[in-house]
């Protein structure tokens, strides 16, 4: 089956089969041309009326577009064609032909809405710019393993199916498991922290996290990519550190690796790596900052929380990557741990358009992890698999968590984050 050549390929003196989706069919009247598509690109098929076999020339050029077909012929240079060959075909194979009415246009040249577009993905990923976005993603995972293997990571894999959540308890999915009720993991936070006091010490994970968010925005999914570290005797600067590095590695990748992809989104010329020394400004910097711009209606006091506006004016304030450091105890979760009464180790990384990623040093302290459990209302003993591991042994320790969509969607100017994401699931889209 697979002993085609891909159109990339395709040199001048070869005889090949290649396979894929007619792109088009020009018919120029006594020379007609069927441009064929495959993963790496496109070729063009060349068709001359009279010195061909006149049921060759018919089933090449009536069958429809984004049919799948195969074409077995000679390849010639044609300075003129788009890829500077041609290939003469000596038969041509319809092996799946496509309805007449398509859904979407995956030449591009008729506009679909983003929900059609996403009804219709397989479609949709026939367009080399959509197709762009998941080969950047696929190198940033690729990267971005390479940088925690770096670092000295083991990756891990955490169960999804949980008995609690970590993230608030207004944003879990229940589910029945066996007759009790579950839920879907917001976070490998806890399990990630676990493995500290293992003896694998330094950690990632790539994974899905599901968030029972009512918003429906441009930044939001229920179902998103995490990208999680957590290392031990590591503090929440060393753990900022890690993340410069991963963020910089992602970027690189990609810059290395994908820059037919990047022409392919128009966004070639402009992309650039950040120099991974993101500016680090405490949360009480970033509030003065934020009321200096006077783009809120109210002014931020401590113990506020960024909202979206505050972290769009300080986004194009501070011009790049940056952290905001030092956060109020009383909005950071329990598993952060304080550096006094008021200020706790949590820290945002932020893209100037939006966060990015959270993290801190953790509490790793047995009893006072257990208090901060009851100040933020929640039941120590439901936790008893967690705490009861800070009894034997667990060295302090810091992490994050990096939005995968995000990072994609900020890395490549990308309007929705669904964009991102090959099957979204937010409110209204369970399927496909
Ligand atoms: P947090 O809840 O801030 O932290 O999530 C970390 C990062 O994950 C991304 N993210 C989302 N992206 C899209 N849609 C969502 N609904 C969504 N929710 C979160 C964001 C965010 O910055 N356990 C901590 C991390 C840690 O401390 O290690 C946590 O989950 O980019």
């Known amino acids: 089956m697979d002993e085609r050549t891909y159109?990339?390929?395709?040199?001048?003196?070869?005889?090949v089969t290649v396979a894929g989706w007619v792109h088009e069919v020009r018919d120029l009247g006594g020379i007609a041309f069927l441009i064929l598509r495959d993963t790496t690109g496109k070729i063009q098929i060349k068709f001359e009326k009279d010195e061909m076999d006149d049921a060759l020339v018919e089933t090449g050029l009536d069958v429809r577009r984004e049919s799948v077909i195969s074409v077995t012929g000679d390849v010639e240079e044609e300075p003129r064609a788009p890829t500077g060959v041609e290939v003469t075909p000596g038969s041509v194979d319809v092996i799946s032909e496509a309805d007449p009415e398509l859904p979407l246009d995956p030449s591009g040249k008729v506009d679909a809405e983003l929900s059609t577009r996403l009804d219709n993905r397989t479609l949709d990923l026939r367009k080399a710019e959509v197709k762009a976005i998941f080969e950047i993603r696929a190198e940033v995972q690729r990267a971005v393993r390479e940088q925690f293997r770096e670092l000295g990571c083991t990756e891990i894999n955490t169960p999804k199916i949980v008995a609690t959540g970590t993230e608030g308890g207004t944003e879990l999915f229940p589910i029945t498991y066996f007759g009790q009720e579950a839920f879907m993991n917001q976070s490998p936070q806890l399990f990630k922290q676990l493995m500290i006091g293992s003896g694998l010490e330094r950690v990632f994970e790539i994974g899905p996290i599901?968030?029972?968010?009512?918003?429906?925005?441009p930044r939001h999914l229920n179902e998103a990519t995490?990208?999680?570290f957590e290392s031990a005797f590591y503090d929440h600067t060393e753990a900022m550190d890690a993340c410069e590095s991963v963020v910089q590695a992602a970027y690189e990748g990609v810059e290395a690796n994908c820059r037919e992809q990047l022409e392919a989104l128009d966004i070639a010329d402009e992309f650039e790596t950040p120099d991974g020394d993101f500016p680090r400004l405490t949360y009480e910097e970033a509030i003065e900052r934020i009321n200096a711009t006077d783009e809120l209606d109210e002014p931020l006091v401590w113990g506020d929380d960024l909202p979206t506006e505050g972290e769009h004016a300080l986004g194009r304030d501070v011009g790049?990557?940056?952290f905001v450091t030092d956060w109020p105890s009383e909005i950071?979760?329990?598993?952060?741990?304080?550096?006094?009464?008021?200020?706790?180790?949590?820290?945002?990384?932020?893209?100037?358009?939006?966060?990015?990623?959270?993290?801190?040093?953790?509490?790793?302290?047995?009893e006072h992890l257990v208090e901060g459990f009851e100040q933020q209302g929640l039941d120590p003993e439901a936790f008893d698999y967690y705490t009861e591991m800070f009894k034997y042994g667990m060295p302090p320790h810091a992490g994050w968590g990096?939005?995968?969509?995000?990072?994609?969607?900020?890395?490549?100017?990308?309007?929705?984050?669904r964009e991102a994401v090959i099957f979204p699931r937010d409110r209204q889209r369970l399927s496909p």
């Open 320 to 322: 790049e990557h940056y």
């Open 210 to 217: 599901f968030r029972a968010e009512e918003h429906n925005t």
């Open 402 to 417: 990096l939005g995968g969509e995000r990072l994609i969607m900020t890395m490549l100017g990308l309007g929705n984050v």
């Open 7 to 15: 159109t990339a390929d395709a040199e001048p003196g070869d005889t």
């Open 226 to 228: 995490s990208i999680d």
């Open 332 to 366: 950071k979760p329990f598993y952060i741990m304080d550096q006094d009464d008021e200020v706790s180790t949590g820290f945002d990384m932020m893209h100037p358009e939006m966060e990015l990623v959270s993290g801190g040093q953790r509490e790793h302290r047995f």
